[in-house]
């Protein structure tokens, strides 16, 4: 029902930047959070930044400070702007929706997750 597609990923010098873009398509009413979280080989997936439709924000410690994650509610386009950034913030980063309000009333009972896109900041 939820479409994501994100775009932004690269290589980048320690101390760099990137900007991360995530745009949501499918037919439903309403999408109460969006984020991003990402995957390192060998560790588990963790939470990076989430946005609510009221603009309430939340941040993994880690990224606390350095990275901005913003959102265009209009076309619900999410973006995750990430400064200072640490070889330890190599990962594949993962666009979610979660809690998708239908147009009939009832949210969806699963969150939805984008392809990934690889960011690795090198030394």
């Known amino acids: 029902q939820v479409r994501l597609v994100e775009s932004g990923g690269g290589l980048v010098q320690v101390g760099g930047s990137l900007r991360l873009s995530c745009v949501a398509s499918g037919v439903v009413f309403r999408i109460d959070v969006m984020g991003w979280y990402r995957q390192a080989p060998g560790k588990q997936r963790e939470l990076v930044a989430t946005?609510?439709?009221?603009?309430?924000?939340d941040y993994g410690d880690s990224v606390k400070g350095r990275f901005t994650i913003s959102r265009h509610t209009a076309n619900d386009t999410v973006t995750l702007q990430m400064d200072k950034l640490k070889p330890e913030d190599t990962a594949v980063y993962y666009c979610?929706?979660?809690?998708?309000?239908?147009?009939?009333?009832?949210?969806?009972?699963?969150?939805?997750w984008g392809q990934g896109t690889q960011v690795t900041v090198s030394t």
């Open positions: 946005i609510s439709s009221g603009d309430r924000t």
């Open positions: 979610n929706a979660d809690r998708v309000l239908s147009y009939t009333g009832y949210y969806y009972s699963r969150a939805y």
